[in-house]
């Protein structure tokens, strides 16, 4: 999940800030007064990062689990939902690998095809 916040940390600095701007200003009640902040955040992180926009693709299940046992159990959802943050968690961390392996694998089919066109 590191990769993911680093990722919407970079792309999304803009609502990011004005989000923490707004929380800060209405700290009893920002779940009210800081939606639009909230959805501009969510916004940008849908549309600007590639881990999340992978997570998401891979993980609904595990995902919407989570979210219906959070809205569920919304007095204790910490010690509620643990099995449905630990399968999300777990896939998550699973997409990343993939992506950081699937990188890694693009980066070394460049530079071989790079090396073969300058042999040939």
């Known amino acids: 999940m590191e990769s993911v916040i680093n990722e ?4 999304c600095k803009k609502q990011l800030k004005a989000f923490a701007k707004c929380v ?4 009893s009640t920002y779940d009210c007064d800081c939606k639009k902040q909230k959805e ?3 916004k940008c992180s849908e549309e600007n990062s590639r881990l999340l926009k992978l ?4 993980c609904k299940q595990q995902s919407v689990a989570y979210d219906n046992c959070v809205s569920n159990n919304k007095l204790n ?3 509620k939902c643990l099995e449905q943050f630990r399968a999300l ?13 699937g990188d890694r694998l693009r980066k ?12 040939a």
């Open 24 to 27: 800060d200003k209405h700290p």
């Open 55 to 58: 997570i998401n693709k891979h």
């Open 40 to 42: 501009a955040v969510q």
């Open 89 to 101: 968690y777990l896939c998550s961390q699973v997409i990343q690998e993939g992506a950081r392996t």
């Open 108 to 119: 070394i089919e460049r530079r071989n095809n790079r090396l073969n066109k300058t042999k």
């Open 8 to 11: 919407v940390a970079e792309k």
């Open 77 to 79: 959802p910490e010690s």
